[in-house]
Each structure stands twice: as C-alpha cells, then as structure tokens.
C-alpha cells in the first residue's frame, strides 16, 4: 500500500466511516456483546491477579509464623525441664526446694 492509501484508510477508521460498512451495521449487537465480555474478562483477571498476589503473601506470612510457634515451642520445652526450673530458681536466689515426698492424690 502507498502513503496517501494508508493515510486514507487511517482516516476512514478515525473518522467513523468504518462503522457506516453494512457488516459492523448487521452484527452491531454481537460486536457490543464481544466487548463487554471483553470487559469482563479484563475485571475478572484482574480482581484474580489481585486475589493471586494476596495469597502468596498470607503464604509467607503462615511460613514465618510457623517457624515462629516452633522456635517459641522450643523454647518452653527447654526453660520447663526440671534442670532447668531448678538452675532458674537457684539463679533468682528464691526460696524454694524440690519436694522430698513424691505427690499423692485425695480420693472422693
């Protein structure tokens, strides 16, 4: 195609003398439905892109979390074994010593 063809035809586009063809004339309602599911496709893929981006966030954040109750359950299990209740109660200097008597239970 030459220049002055292009530059006719850009012109007939633009200038709204493509909507006037009898093609797009016949088929206006199934263009107009294309391109509202167009839209709609559009919006959905965006609102899962957004949701897509949210879940992998919470996922790191449920990974660090977890490695966090594990390091914490650590933790508690060394600072409740009883070498070590007594080390800390020797440490603070308190006055309480390990029962010489195992505990028994009262029965009803």
């Known amino acids: 195609m030459s220049?002055?063809?292009k530059k006719?035809?850009?012109m007939?586009?633009?200038g709204g003398g493509i909507l006037k063809e009898d093609f797009i004339v016949r088929n206006t309602k199934m263009i107009v439905?294309?391109?509202?599911?167009?839209?709609?496709y559009i919006s959905n893929r965006y609102s899962c892109n957004?949701?897509?981006r949210e879940i992998?966030?919470?996922?790191?954040?449920l990974k660090d979390l977890k490695y966090?109750?594990?390091?914490v359950s650590a933790q508690l299990t060394e600072n409740t074994r009883p070498s070590q209740v007594e080390e800390l109660v020797r440490k603070q200097g308190l006055d309480i010593e390990k029962a010489k008597t195992?505990?028994?239970r009262i029965s009803k």
């Not at 439905?33 to 709609?40: A, N, R, S, Y």
């Not at 966090?68 to 390091?71: I, T, V």
């Open 3 to 5: 220049n002055k063809k």
């Open 8 to 10: 006719n035809m850009i």
């Open 12 to 14: 007939y586009i633009l």
């Open 33 to 40: 439905f294309i391109v509202i599911l167009f839209f709609f």
């Open 50 to 52: 957004i949701k897509i």
């Open 56 to 61: 992998d966030r919470l996922q790191e954040q």
């Open 68 to 71: 966090e109750a594990l390091s």
């Open 102 to 104: 195992p505990p028994y």
